[in-house]
């Protein structure tokens, strides 16, 4: 059974302090349900990705919460929870129970409130997703574990500082005209350099933001869209999810990740499709080495290449293969739980020829969300209706 896309809708990504979870996703699912004919209460299930809502908002049971806040308490719902990768593993399970023949119409939304507490509190609540025994108790956090991927990549490779620094000034040019961005800001090499220290050699602009923000796909079999007669957005062509070791002492090595190289080898095979075939592409890119690692585990450059997407110019928007067009989660945030899907937004509007930074002829498109530092990735292919 195909599945596609009925519509799918974000909240703008950046700080709502008067805001709450369930306010944030009520707000992207009635944009969703204004964008097709489809109504709440066509919704055989719920399915809700988000990482924090206990540790921070003090709140569980988030499915229910979310399905009775979008009206449709009587659907079958559930909080999908995989770190960063929530709402990717969250839009692939909606994916699977539409295939499957168990449902017709699904809500994958996601939503995470990050703001509401200290910067403290939330590196602690990330800290989570990390292993607690071999790093969180060896005083590691995300920003070290990525500066350590990083140290390894440059060293093996030759990799100079200012190349990071690239993936950086292209994410924040390209959020400059997303109006969802949180920043939408153009920075220097110079500026990203100089920016605050992190964990060397990572700095603050090498780094994603603390993020409010909720996205909503509505994903339908296409029995039910030719039943119904629905103007679809997008195809689902085919769906990869892997995972690795959480510790990064005990992978193969720290300067690729391999998860995510075999969840792309089965997205492009479910979809029959190769690298060569993505005309855009949404990456997880929490820090800039991460874009740089996501390069080059979808196939797009070889080992040791992966630098030369941002520095040549070959991933921006009108570049050869466009990268993070809607700034990537550098430039226009990442509310953890939300990414996945609002990856699957950005890029259903660049398959609508919609989108604020339009890739000329963009008819495949491929999503990628990690989880930790590479211990849980999806790889997403969507083609153009």
Do not use: W
Not at 27 to 52: H, R, W
Not at 133 to 159: K, S
Not at 370 to 378: H, I, N, P, Y
């Amino acid at each position: 059974m195909g599945t596609k896309i009925a519509s799918a809708a974000s909240t703008t990504y950046g700080k709502h302090p008067n805001s709450s979870s369930r306010e944030l996703l009520s707000e992207a699912a009635v944009k969703a349900f204004d964008e097709t004919d489809i109504s709440p209460g066509d919704l055989d299930a719920v399915y809700i990705g988000n990482f924090m809502g206990g540790l921070i908002e003090d709140q569980g049971h988030i499915g229910a919460l979310m399905a009775d806040h979008v009206g449709a308490r009587e659907a079958a719902s559930v909080r999908i929870e995989s770190a960063c990768v929530s709402g990717g593993a969250t839009f692939c399970q909606a994916v699977q129970a539409v295939e499957s023949g168990d449902a017709d119409v699904v809500l994958a939304g996601g939503v995470e409130m990050m703001s509401t507490t200290d910067i403290e509190h939330v590196t602690d609540a990330l800290a989570n997703a990390a292993d607690d025994v071999y790093e969180n108790e060896q005083g590691l956090t995300f920003p070290g574990i990525y500066a350590l991927m990083a140290r390894r990549y440059m060293h093996e490779f030759d990799v100079m500082r200012e190349d990071l620094a690239a993936v950086s000034v292209k994410n924040h040019r390209h959020a400059v005209d997303n109006p969802l961005a949180q920043f939408r800001k153009e920075l220097s090499v110079r500026e990203v350099v100089e920016s605050k220290p992190v964990a060397t050699p990572i700095t603050l602009y090498d780094a994603c933001p603390v993020s409010d923000g909720a996205s909503v796909a509505i994903v339908v079999s296409d029995t039910f869209a030719a039943d119904h007669g629905l103007e679809t957005s997008a195809e689902v062509l085919g769906t990869g999810q892997s995972s690795d070791a959480l510790a990064l002492q005990d992978r193969a090595a720290i300067s690729r990740t391999p998860a995510a190289e075999r969840a792309a080898e089965r997205a492009y095979e479910n979809a029959s499709v190769t690298a060569d075939d993505i005309d855009v592409a949404e990456v997880h890119d929490c820090f800039t080495i991460a874009e740089i690692l996501a390069l080059e585990a979808l196939s797009f450059y070889e080992r040791g290449e992966g630098t030369r997407g941002a520095v040549e110019g070959e991933t921006a928007a009108d570049g050869h293969i466009p990268v993070n067009t809607s700034g990537g989660l550098i430039g226009k945030g990442h509310p953890v739980g939300a990414t996945g899907i609002g990856q699957i937004v950005e890029l259903t509007k660049q398959l609508e020829g919609r989108h604020p930074n339009q890739v000329s002829e963009a008819e495949v498109a491929l999503a990628h969300n990690v989880g930790g530092s590479g211990a849980s990735t999806t790889v997403t292919i969507l083609g153009g209706e």
